[in-house]
């Protein structure tokens, strides 16, 4: 085929394929959006009769309550299937259109149609749409307009939204409440009563048959049970006697409040039968049939609500606390992630894991016996004088965590903690709890220096001979540029090993940190190195400046050195092997 004629096929193709498109589909499109069966606004209906059956369930929209069935019984209907009706009867459009003018409507049951549904706006005239029978294939639902005989195809599921019985539009939850709105919990059953209540602060406690904090994850399921309770059947809207379903003395009751008094309802629970077991509200009379799921979750003695960690509180959100140990208050601030500070006694920086390891054991640790904070207990669990005492800031909470930690048990297996405002002496496993730091001190770093070498933009060696600077190149970040005694390149891998250097340098043991002690005695006042390190100022990573002092070796042993920060009055011993591997960078290092 030549290229001329095939050129012509394709634009004759292409002609068809848009006249298809255009007499078809766009039809097609107009006729769908023509196609909708009533002209409704779902706002505007105040009454809906759906009849199934012959039985017929009247639902008005009635102010300040919502849509409420009014017969055959005054009930509140589910508001959820109600919006779910009104939607699919005014979105109604035909799935196929079967007879535009049927003359025997009995052929697709709608001559006494098995369902209808009647929808009312005010003073106009009701819309009503008949149903009718399934068609051969099982998979729709014979249709029509009321006072038309133009049948038509809707969807089973359509069908089956607008089918509804009068208990299938009745509310099943038994008591309309959310949950943020409930500050009270009452469980009771026989002579036991269990009050579980909010207190100003968000956090739930019991509060009776004693007071104590309560584990918030066992009360919002309790609570969540109560509120979200369905009806399985209704099964007496008018009993003439509750005692046969166990009602006129309930086996259980749960009653929720709110502290305003604008919530109060109780889920009574009475006699089990045939799986399910009846209950009813104080909103109602009526009586209905729950899951047993529903008095095996509230069925709980008190215990079951305590608390199981002695304290409540997130680690990490933990940005200050301080502690009393013996006469020395230590007051501490988490600048950083693992970045913790210590401001006071002393200003140094702190060890993070030590206090992440501890804070993280305060948090997890669980309660294995409750004893009462009364006076002599108080005295006989070291609580006269604490072990150590912790007061730690709560992110988006007003009052810190206050923690007392006690003696430890004489077996050894249980250290005592309390919060002094609670009336409760907590038993935890021993192993569980970071040990207590014995003096402010033991809580700084043992890290000599702490950076990251990438964030070093200039590095200084100054001894009693020489000054070594160098700067990092703000262009090549691997090339570094000597700035004394000369300029030029430096080794980029003799600066690398200075920084591991200082970076693997820990504290062998604490010297003093007294800020009028004698340098001299350390061989500090007169260094024999000084080293500087300039991190950050750039990329948002504050500007600091680190300067360690170098002293005299330990008398009797060569392989220790006095070592400080010229900033921190802490003296400490490290190893001195780092001393040699400087001096070799500096010496490598050309000076003109």
Request: aromatic share 8%; proline share 5%.
């Amino acid at each position: 085929m030549s290229g001329g004629r095939y050129t012509i096929v394709l634009a004759v193709i292409l002609g068809l394929l848009a006249a298809v498109f255009f007499l078809f589909v766009l039809e097609e499109e107009e006729v769908a959006v023509a196609e909708r069966v009533f002209e409704l606004n779902a706002e505007e209906v105040v009454e809906i009769k759906v009849a199934v059956n012959g039985a017929v369930t009247t639902i008005e929209k009635v102010p300040l309550e919502g849509w409420v069935i009014t017969d055959p019984v005054r009930y509140a209907a589910d508001p959820d299937i109600v919006v779910t009706l009104l939607r699919e009867f005014s979105a109604l459009s035909p799935a196929r259109t079967i007879a535009d003018s049927a003359e025997v409507l009995a052929e697709y049951g709608l001559e006494q149609p098995s369902a209808s549904v009647e929808v009312i706006r005010g003073l106009d005239s009701p819309m009503v749409l008949q149903l009718g029978d399934v068609n051969p294939t099982g998979a729709a639902h014979y249709a029509v307009e009321q006072g038309t005989r133009r049948v038509f195809l809707i969807s089973a599921q359509i069908n089956g939204n607008l089918r509804k019985t009068t208990d299938a539009l009745r509310d099943r939850r038994l008591m309309r409440v959310e949950q943020n709105e409930v500050e009270e919990i009452v469980l009771e059953k026989g002579g036991r009563r269990v009050v579980l209540r909010l207190d100003p602060f968000g956090t739930w406690r019991v509060e009776a048959p004693y007071r104590l904090p309560a584990e918030r994850d066992e009360v919002i399921n309790a609570l969540s049970t109560i509120i979200n309770t369905t009806a399985v059947t209704f099964v007496d809207d008018a009993p003439s006697s509750l005692a046969g379903y166990g009602l006129a003395d309930p086996v259980m009751s749960a009653t929720v409040k709110s502290g305003d008094g604008s919530v109060l309802h109780t889920l009574s629970l009475g006699n089990e039968e045939m799986g399910q077991v009846y209950a009813m509200t104080s909103e109602r009379r009526n009586v209905y049939s729950v899951s047993m799921s529903v008095p095996r979750q509230l069925d709980r003695e008190p215990d079951f609500y305590r608390r199981l960690t002695a304290f409540d509180f997130r680690s990490h959100r933990v940005p200050t606390f301080s502690m009393n140990i013996g006469d020395e208050n230590v007051a501490l601030v988490k600048h950083a992630f693992e970045d913790w500070r210590m401001t006071s006694p002393y200003e140094l920086r702190a060890n993070d894991q030590f206090i992440t390891a501890m804070l993280d054991s305060l948090e997890i640790m669980r309660v294995r016996d409750h004893i009462p904070a009364t006076a002599a207990n108080r005295a006989t669990y070291g609580f006269e004088q604490p072990v150590a005492r912790l007061s730690l800031t709560i992110d988006d909470r007003v009052n810190p965590q206050e923690i007392m930690v006690g003696s430890d048990s004489g077996d050894g297996q249980f250290t005592y903690v309390m919060d002094p405002a609670e009336e409760w002496i907590y038993a935890v496993d021993a192993a569980s709890l970071q040990r207590m730091p014995a003096s402010a001190i033991e809580l700084r770093d043992n890290k000599i220096l702490r950076f990251k070498g990438y964030e070093v933009h200039m590095f200084e060696v100054v001894t009693a001979d020489e000054r070594l600077r160098v700067r990092r190149d703000q262009k090549q970040r691997v090339v570094w540029k000597l700035e004394e005694p000369s300029t030029g390149d430096a080794d980029a891998i003799s600066v690398g090993r200075a920084f591991s250097e200082l970076d693997s340098l820990y504290s062998e043991a604490f010297v003093t940190a007294d800020p009028e002690a004698d340098l001299a005695t350390f061989g500090l006042d007169r260094p024999v190195m000084e080293l500087t390190l300039q991190v950050g100022g750039r990329d948002n990573v504050p500007e600091e400046r680190l300067s360690l002092i170098v002293g005299k070796s330990l008398p009797g042993d060569e392989n220790l050195v006095y070592v400080k920060q010229r900033n921190s009055p802490v003296v400490s011993l490290a190893r001195a092997g780092f001393i040699a591997r400087i001096n070799e960078m500096v010496a490598q290092t050309p000076k003109s």
